[in-house]
């Protein structure tokens, strides 16, 4: 990345909880390809299962705990130099 000219940031990684009734499940499942690649009524009865598992097992409510990672670069900035030639500051070498 530096030899691109850039400075990488340290990364940030936000913890957060995802909670979903059994519709919330039911609606995230049925976007996963491996799931919609499915036959419909092949889908519809795995997309049952889920919501009975969540309505049954975990009293309708399922906490999912999630990281966001977030990775930042920073165009290096070309400083002058006493001999005229730039020097790109923020990049280790």
Do not use: C
């Amino acid at each position: 990345m530096t030899d691109a000219g850039f400075v990488p940031d340290p990364p940030e990684f936000i913890r957060w909880t995802l909670r979903l009734d059994a519709s919330g499940v039911r609606s995230l499942y049925a976007t996963y390809s491996n799931v919609s690649a499915l036959a419909p009524t092949e889908r519809a009865h795995l997309l049952d299962a889920l919501t009975e598992i969540v309505t049954g097992q975990f009293a309708g409510r399922v906490d999912r705990n999630m990281t966001t990672a977030i990775y930042i670069a920073r165009r290096a900035q070309l400083q002058p130099s006493a001999a005229g030639l730039g020097r790109i500051s923020g990049l280790k070498r």
